[in-house]
């Protein structure tokens, strides 16, 4: 016997149930199309973009809270006998595997409020690192450097650690880091690393998006680090690129060496 046939049978109107089942395709539909239109908007509006996409989140809580409403009102009407069947059933479906979902949904309406990151952010949630392209109600989608899509279920942020990049802004900090031996000319690999920062063309630079390079002194060779903001957090690999390909050139013709053996890899988060 099926979930509606069940319901059919303690007395709920085949109408009402028709009725319910158009009320959540209508709000499925008017999500995807409200996320394909602000989508398509803050892709042309880049400056705003990030705040456009945090809409879509928002709209998609209101939407599917409407529907719940016009779902429920029915539902409410009903003798007690007949809530607490379909109570029954609801609890039954809790604990034969929805539970997760039940969370995960929680998790997505802490985001919604508490917004710890945003559509459009670049975050690093457990393991995983990437920019956030979708918040739903179950889960988050990052895309992460490789183009690979993760989907995270939003219960993740209760017991992982949530880090972001940038907090909603366009801007963000990109951390270069180069190694060169000890005997190197250290004040020269800073220069360096400093002009080939200045004039990237992705670098951006003001009062409140200050530059800095420093040194660390390791047992047998000096890391480097940069650390500037760009413009757009898209541009946070070309950035790194552009800085980390010049600088080594810079070195080669300078005769400023590097270790043979690689250090370790540079965090840009």
């Known amino acids: 016997m099926t979930a509606l046939q069940a319901l059919v049978d303690l007395g709920i109107a085949q109408e009402t149930l028709t009725r319910m089942v158009g009320v959540v395709v209508a709000a499925y539909l008017t999500t995807q199309v409200v996320g394909y239109v602000l989508t398509a908007v803050a892709e042309r509006l880049p400056h705003r973009r990030i705040r456009i996409k945090i809409v879509v989140p928002i709209?998609?809580?209101?939407?599917?809270?409407?529907?719940?409403?016009?779902?429920?009102?029915?539902?409410?009407?009903?003798?007690?006998?007949?809530?607490?069947?379909?109570?029954?059933?609801f609890g039954a479906a809790l604990g034969f595997g929805l539970k997760d979902l039940f969370a995960a949904i929680i998790g997505g309406l802490v985001l919604v409020t508490e917004r710890p990151y945003q559509v459009?952010?670049?975050?690093?949630?457990?393991?995983?690192?990437?920019?956030?392209?979708?918040?739903d109600l179950r889960a988050t989608t990052l895309r992460t450097p490789d183009d690979s899509a993760v989907s995270i279920p939003n219960a993740t942020m209760f017991t992982a650690n949530v880090s972001n990049a940038n907090a909603g802004q366009s801007e963000m900090m990109v951390v270069v880091e180069l190694a060169v031996t000890a005997s190197a000319d250290v004040d020269r690999a800073s220069a360096i690393v400093e002009e080939a920062m200045m004039t990237s063309k992705y670098v951006y630079v003001?009062?409140?998006?200050?530059?800095?390079?420093?040194?660390?002194?390791?047992?047998?060779?000096?890391?480097?680090?940069?650390?500037?903001?760009?413009?757009?957090?898209?541009?946070?690999?070309?950035f790194a690129s552009d800085v980390t390909e010049r600088s080594m050139a810079a070195f080669a013709s300078e005769g400023i060496e590097m270790p043979e053996a690689p250090i370790r890899a540079p965090e840009n988060r």
């Open 120 to 135: 459009g952010d670049k975050v690093s949630i457990g393991g995983d690192y990437g920019e956030v392209t979708d918040i």
């Open 206 to 238: 003001d009062d409140d998006h200050p530059f800095t390079v420093l040194v660390e002194d390791e047992s047998y060779y000096r890391t480097i680090r940069g650390k500037a903001y760009v413009a757009d957090l898209r541009d946070e690999f070309a």
């Open 59 to 89: 709209a998609r809580v209101l939407i599917y809270g409407t529907a719940a409403y016009l779902i429920l009102g029915p539902l409410l009407q009903l003798s007690t006998a007949q809530l607490l069947a379909v109570s029954g059933l």
